[in-house]
C-alpha cells in the first residue's frame, strides 16, 4: 500500500491550499480516508474522514473551513483548505481509516 500526499507549502493568513493524496495497493473505492495533522510538539490529531459512500466529517476547529473530497476513479482523496490560520500549521498525512495505512506527510506553513 501507498499512499502519496502533495500539495502542502507556504502560504499567508487568509490563503488557500489543497492537498492531495493518491492511493495504490487497496480498492481505494470501498475504504474511508482520512487526513490528520501534527504540529511541532504536539499529538497527531485527525482533521477530516470520509467514507466510501461519501460522507465527511471535519473536526471543530477547521469547519466551515476544510472540506474534504475523493475521486474514485482517480483513487485521490482530497482536502481543500481555506481561510488558513497560523494554527493550521502542521504537518499533514492522509491515512487509510482503520488502518495502519499512512502517508508521507506534507508540511503547510501558514505565516506572514
Known amino acids: 500500500v501507498q499512499l502519496q500526499a502533495f500539495g502542502g507549502g507556504l502560504v499567508q493568513p487568509g490563503g488557500s491550499l489543497r492537498l492531495s493524496c493518491k492511493a495504490s495497493g487497496i480498492v481505494f473505492s470501498i475504504r474511508g480516508m482520512d487526513w490528520y495533522r501534527q504540529a511541532p510538539g504536539q499529538q497527531r490529531e485527525l482533521v477530516a474522514t470520509?467514507?466510501?459512500?461519501?460522507?465527511?466529517n471535519v473536526t471543530d476547529s477547521v469547519k466551515g473551513r476544510f472540506t474534504i473530497s475523493r475521486d474514485n476513479a482517480r483513487r485521490t482523496v482530497y482536502l481543500q483548505m481555506n481561510s488558513l490560520k497560523p494554527e493550521d500549521t502542521a504537518v499533514y498525512y492522509c491515512?487509510?481509516?482503520?488502518?495502519?495505512?499512512w502517508g508521507q506527510g506534507t508540511q503547510v506553513t501558514v505565516s506572514s
Open positions: 470520509i467514507t466510501s459512500g461519501g460522507s465527511r
Open positions: 491515512k487509510v481509516s482503520c488502518s495502519g495505512y
